[in-house]
């Protein structure tokens, strides 16, 4: 190509160049505006936004102050399609906030202007929020719901707001007194620590109210008299989510109480302070279903009303932008009987190790108590306790011997010892001589003769066991429960002394007391029971709750006791390992199956060592006595079981460190069912 025909395109090129900067109309530097307007709004910081007509600086400090009220919300904000006109443009923003649940979601105009070479943005309040006027500000009120009930049966309120008063220092009302002095009399008269509370008053600030104490209304003996004689002391009242006592069902229940800096920060903006919130128990895996949710409304008001003329305007001069409803919270319906229940806890009262009493319905598998007694700390035992079950075990055993063809008249061998892979079992101290040698295995269930049942080893397979205590409602889930629990272990493989072990309920054989009651009941009903707690899980309930509560379909876990026990009949210190329960039964108890464990249960009574209950009112107790050791201890330290049948009535005592179930948890179990009636 020639330098002539260079040229010429050269031209060409300069002359099309010059016609497309030319015929360009500023959109793209528009729309970068905009981008950049959006971009800044959303991070609520607009001081790097040129302004037409305002400093930036100021610009910022009014955005700010405008949406200080939604802190520490911020909009998620989108410019949308630009219309521009000569050298004026406008775009639209399009807003989302989340404001609690609820996403509050509007769009306005912004509009822009050209200068030069530069497109400024034209302040206006409304660009933030649709009709905002220049001095007005948005806020936000957040309207609670009061924390729904937890119901026993036939709905009798468990849980419930209870009046309360909140005692401490208002420091305004100390006039010249000392608070040092003044924090160390209120402290000793209500029983908390002088020096921490007196540190607490000391760090508040001269218009605080420092709580040291919240007491029950009902029954306190603290009286505002004494609270009154101490300057700057009151005596607040107020209302709590509460039991009828401190210790009712505590364990079980949970507490609900102002949610502390942890669980706000767990909760992903599902509390926030001055929430009340539910720690432990059913209170903290209901959490969600009995607090419901705020309702909240966005307002947009003037700033700076004195308090006659926001009393003169309607609505104290604000208008509602937007609103979320309140829900109420649902109350959790349970199926535990407030008398039986403290009742349960009366009994356990005096015991000094941990302890429990569960009681249900075998009809229909309904838990009408789970008492935890003092030495269990605080700890579920009735519901999540992992200990070896002892000779109630024998109940499971004699199952699988029944399948086996043998009934209660068989003969079994009873011998004073046994001796399993070199090592030594042998039956209970007393054991009478009488039902030694050839007796019957109602005989031997009734005297609980581990001989008889280690003998029968070779006939009855570890698998077997464990198909017999699914067949009992034992280590299987528990759909219909509603809450945590642990139903039970019992491996389906072992040999020598570790399946000689299981016949007795040792080895890694695993109950908690919720389990042996759920053992006993399917013998009065005739069936597998289906334990249930929970009558409406999650009812009003779309979503899990923030804190990712433990599922309620299960009822099911793996949670260990305070103090695990080995639950080993060779006493070794480790805690076996749980496996996972089985679905369900595959071969539930039979109506004749359930009869003859019913007829040996009775013969504990009539003819066994649990004759003491045979003077307990009403129709004739079927029972079963167990003792499980554990530790390292010479001798070693025993569980104590006893489960027994009443009616439509199943229940199971256990004592931690109790000696002999027939002696230690016999006679709270004769007290507990002639006490319930």
């Known amino acids: 190509m020639g330098n002539s025909s260079r040229l010429a395109l050269a031209l060409v090129g300069l002359v099309l160049g010059g016609s497309l900067v030319a015929c360009s109309d500023g959109r793209a530097g528009a729309e970068?505006?905009?981008?950049?307007?959006?971009?800044?709004?959303?991070?609520?910081?607009?001081?790097?936004?040129?302004?037409?007509?305002?400093?930036?600086?100021?610009?910022?400090?009014?955005?700010?102050?405008?949406?200080?009220?939604?802190?520490?919300?911020?909009?998620?904000?989108?410019?949308?399609?630009?219309?521009?006109?000569?050298?004026?443009?406008?775009?639209?923003?399009?807003?989302?906030?989340?404001?609690?649940?609820?996403?509050?979601?509007?769009?306005?105009?912004?509009?822009?202007?050209?200068?030069?070479?530069?497109?400024?943005?034209?302040?206006?309040?409304?660009?933030?929020?649709?009709e905002l006027a220049e001095g007005e500000l948005v806020s936000s009120a957040t309207h609670s719901p009061s924390r729904a009930d937890i119901l026993g049966a036939g709905g009798v309120p468990?849980?419930?707001?209870?009046?309360?008063?909140?005692?401490?220092?208002d420091k305004p009302t100390l006039g010249g007194a000392d608070p040092a002095d003044s924090a160390t009399k209120l402290?000793?008269?209500?029983?908390?620590?002088?020096?921490?509370?007196?540190?607490?008053?000391?760090?508040?600030?001269?218009?605080?109210?420092?709580?040291?104490?919240?007491?029950?209304?009902?029954?306190?003996?603290?009286?505002?008299?004494?609270?009154?004689?101490?300057?700057?002391?009151?005596?607040?009242?107020?209302?709590?989510?509460?039991?009828p006592n401190r210790t009712f069902a505590r364990a079980l229940l949970g507490t609900a109480a102002e949610a502390n800096a942890e669980q706000i920060e767990k909760s992903n903006g599902a509390l926030k302070a001055g929430d009340t919130t539910g720690t432990g128990g059913l209170q903290q895996q209901y959490d969600a279903q009995l607090r419901g949710s705020d309702g909240i409304q966005v307002l947009a008001g003037k700033a700076g009303l004195t308090d006659a003329e926001k009393q003169a305007l309607p609505n104290e001069g604000r208008r509602v932008l937007f609103?979320?409803?309140?829900?109420?919270?649902?109350?959790?319906?349970?199926?535990?009987?407030?008398k039986l229940q403290q009742l349960a806890e009366d009994v356990l009262g005096k015991v000094g190790p941990a302890s429990a009493i569960v009681a249900l319905r075998p009809s229909s598998g309904a838990v009408l108590a789970a008492a935890s007694g003092p030495g269990s700390n605080g700890y579920d035992t009735a519901m999540l306790g992992q200990y070896a079950p002892g000779s109630i075990f024998k109940m499971v055993d004699s199952l699988a011997m029944f399948r086996n063809g043998m009934t209660p008249d068989s003969k079994v061998d009873c011998p004073a010892t046994l001796t399993v892979d070199g090592r030594t079992f042998k039956n209970a101290e007393g054991y009478p001589e009488s039902s030694l040698g050839s007796v019957t295995l109602r005989d031997a269930f009734a005297h609980s003769c581990n001989t008889a049942f280690i003998n029968a080893r070779d006939t009855v397979s570890q698998a077997q066991l464990e198909s017999a205590a699914t067949s009992l409602g034992v280590a299987v889930e528990a759909p219909a429960l509603g809450a945590a629990a642990f139903l039970g272990s019992v491996p389906g493989d072992a040999e020598g002394t570790e399946h000689a072990a299981s016949m007795i309920g040792q080895g890694k054989v695993l109950l908690s007391p919720l389990a042996a009651a759920v053992m006993a009941g399917s013998v009065a009903k005739?069936?597998?029971?289906?334990?249930?707690?929970?009558?409406?899980?999650?009812?009003?309930?779309?979503?899990?709750?923030?804190?990712?509560?433990?599922?309620?379909?299960?009822?099911?876990?793996?949670?260990?006791?305070?103090?695990?026990?080995?639950?080993?009949?060779?006493?070794?210190?480790?805690?076996?390992?749980a496996p996972a329960p089985a679905a369900a039964a595959e071969k539930p108890v039979t109506a004749a199956e359930a009869a003859a464990l019913a007829d040996m249960m009775r013969a504990v009574v009539t003819s066994g060592h649990a004759g003491f209950l045979a003077s307990v009112p009403g129709e004739p107790v079927g029972a079963k006595t167990g003792t499980a050791e554990f530790g390292n201890d010479t001798p070693p330290k025993t569980h104590a079981w006893i489960v027994a049948v009443h009616g439509d009535l199943a229940v199971a005592v256990f004592v931690e460190d109790g000696?002999?179930?027939a002696t230690t948890s016999g006679p709270l179990l004769k007290e507990f069912l002639t006490r319930a009636g």
């Open 659 to 661: 000696g002999l179930g």
């Open 526 to 577: 005739g069936a597998p029971v289906a334990a249930q707690l929970v009558l409406n899980p999650n009812e009003g309930v779309s979503s899990p709750d923030a804190e990712g509560a433990a599922p309620t379909g299960t009822g099911t876990t793996g949670a260990s006791p305070a103090t695990p026990p080995s639950g080993d009949a060779t006493a070794d210190t480790a805690t076996p390992s």
């Open 158 to 169: 468990l849980v419930t707001y209870r009046p309360v008063v909140n005692v401490g220092i």
């Open 187 to 243: 402290a000793q008269l209500v029983g908390v620590d002088p020096a921490a509370y007196g540190q607490q008053v000391a760090a508040a600030g001269p218009e605080a109210f420092v709580a040291a104490i919240t007491l029950r209304e009902e029954g306190r003996t603290i009286t505002d008299a004494q609270i009154g004689e101490i300057p700057g002391a009151r005596a607040i009242q107020d209302s709590l989510p509460l039991a």
């Open 32 to 130: 970068s505006a905009a981008k950049q307007l959006a971009s800044a709004v959303s991070a609520l910081d607009v001081g790097s936004v040129a302004f037409e007509g305002k400093d930036s600086g100021a610009a910022n400090d009014q955005l700010k102050e405008i949406f200080k009220g939604l802190d520490p919300a911020r909009p998620a904000v989108e410019s949308g399609q630009l219309t521009l006109e000569s050298d004026k443009a406008t775009v639209p923003l399009n807003y989302s906030w989340k404001i609690g649940s609820e996403e509050w979601k509007y769009t306005t105009f912004a509009e822009f202007k050209k200068s030069g070479d530069k497109w400024l943005t034209v302040w206006n309040p409304a660009t933030l929020v649709p």
């Open 323 to 338: 609103q979320t409803e309140i829900q109420e919270g649902t109350p959790l319906k349970t199926t535990l009987d407030p």
